[in-house]
């Protein structure tokens, strides 16, 4: 080996066992005035921004970071000195952050993490709610109990879908007259359909004696499509309606008629009806005893 060469391997090395160590331990200088901070479990930039006295945009800035998405091992610059860094975390002990993914909504995340959905919209200053897969949110006064993982690897909770299992949720009938105020028209919800346990969301166009709803999305339209076999139908189906830390027994029927609607491009003509406790029909103003049946079949009576 030439010595041209020996000195090459030389600093090559050193170079490696430098970027190894700086990896390995957060409070290693990354670079004059700022140092390398390793992403773990439950992180997010939110997070980290707070607990470190700066933003997230400078984070992303000093990172190259074109989105808020960050991953378990990966390491960041973080402006200031790490000695002093910790003692902005404080209030920030108690919360957590949780990357929304498929089939996940306020009232399922606020259901595991042991808090309220009035708390995560409050927190994340979120007007509705709608939420994207990917998102990142902010778990304010996360329980004990509640442990982060992975992003993507949440699994989802909870209502159960067969009358014989044991329920770790309360489904409850719930009279009609305090559904119509609790469900208002233009809100959106979870529908769980109580056989398969599918859920999709929906939006309560409007209706006086029931609910008339629509699929919020063309996939929503594809999912409840799927739980009545693949056909549109008349048929009474027992379902539950999961509105703001409740869980409501409710009867859907899957067929789309009328020509009043509020959403297009969902791959859905008109709306559908969802009954509750003693909602009664549009036309004849009595109660279905078919929907009946069905909302006394969701809440376990």
Same mark, same amino acid.
């Given at each position: 080996? !030439?010595?041209?060469?020996?000195?090459?391997?030389?600093?090559? =090395? *050193?170079?490696?066992?430098? /970027?190894?160590?700086?990896?390995?331990?957060?409070?290693?200088?990354?670079?004059?005035?700022?140092?390398?901070?390793?992403?773990? &479990?439950?992180?997010?930039?939110?997070?980290? /921004?707070?607990?470190?006295?700066?933003?997230? &945009?400078?984070?992303? &800035?000093?990172?190259?970071?074109? $989105?808020?998405?960050?991953?378990? #091992?990966?390491?960041?610059?973080?402006?200031?000195?790490?000695?002093?860094?910790?003692?902005?975390?404080? $209030? !920030?002990?108690?919360?957590?952050?949780?990357?929304?993914? =498929?089939?996940?909504?306020?009232?399922?995340? *606020? =259901?595991?993490?042991? +808090?309220?959905?009035?708390?995560?919209?409050?927190?994340?200053?979120?007007?509705?709610?709608?939420?994207?897969?990917?998102?990142?949110?902010?778990?304010?006064?996360? $329980?004990?109990?509640?442990?982060?993982?992975?992003? @993507?690897? *949440?699994?989802?909770?909870?209502?159960?879908?067969?009358?014989?299992?044991?329920? =770790?949720?309360?489904?409850?009938?719930?009279?009609?007259? &305090?559904?119509?105020?609790?469900?208002?028209?233009?809100?959106?919800?979870?529908?769980?359909?109580?056989?398969?346990?599918?859920?999709?969301?929906?939006?309560?166009?409007?209706g006086t004696n029931h609910a008339d709803c629509e699929p919020l999305t063309a996939e929503d339209s594809r999912i409840m499509k799927e739980v009545f076999g693949g056909?549109?139908?008349?048929?009474?189906?027992? *379902?539950?309606?999961?509105?703001? #830390?409740?869980?409501?027994?409710?009867?859907?029927?899957?067929?789309?008629?009328?020509? $009043?609607?509020?959403?297009? @491009?969902?791959?859905?003509?008109?709306?559908?009806?969802?009954?509750?406790?003693?909602?009664? +029909?549009?036309?004849?103003?009595?109660?279905?005893?078919?929907?009946?049946?069905?909302?006394?079949?969701? /809440? #376990?009576?």
């Open positions: 080996m !030439n010595l041209k060469k020996f000195f090459f391997r030389l600093m090559l =090395s *050193a170079l490696i066992s430098a /970027a190894s160590f700086s990896a390995c331990f957060p409070g290693t200088a990354a670079a004059a005035g700022s140092f390398t901070y390793t992403v773990a &479990e439950g992180d997010c930039l939110w997070l980290i /921004a707070g607990r470190y006295g700066t933003t997230v &945009e400078t984070l992303k &800035e000093l990172n190259g970071l074109n $989105s808020d998405f960050i991953q378990v #091992g990966q390491n960041l610059i973080i402006p200031g000195e790490p000695s002093s860094a910790q003692d902005n975390y404080g $209030s !920030n002990s108690a919360t957590a952050c949780y990357t929304v993914t =498929s089939g996940d909504c306020l009232w399922l995340i *606020a =259901s595991k993490t042991g +808090t309220t959905v009035e708390a995560i919209k409050e927190a994340n200053g979120l007007e509705s709610d709608m939420l994207q897969v990917g998102q990142v949110l902010v778990i304010p006064g996360t $329980s004990a109990a509640y442990q982060p993982v992975s992003r @993507g690897s *949440a699994s989802r909770p909870a209502v159960p879908s067969s009358g014989k299992e044991k329920r =770790s949720i309360t489904v409850e009938p719930v009279d009609w007259s &305090e559904v119509d105020e609790l469900f208002p028209r233009g809100s959106t919800a979870y529908l769980q359909d109580f056989k398969t346990g599918r859920q999709f969301q929906i939006y309560r166009l409007f056909e549109w139908s008349w048929d009474r189906r027992p *379902a539950v309606l999961l509105l703001n #830390g409740r869980a409501i027994a409710c009867s859907m029927a899957g067929m789309p008629h009328g020509t $009043s609607q509020d959403i297009y @491009g969902n791959d859905f003509d008109g709306h559908f009806d969802l009954h509750f406790l003693n909602s009664r +029909t549009h036309e004849t103003n009595r109660i279905d005893p078919d929907h009946q049946a069905a909302v006394r079949r969701a /809440a #376990g009576l």
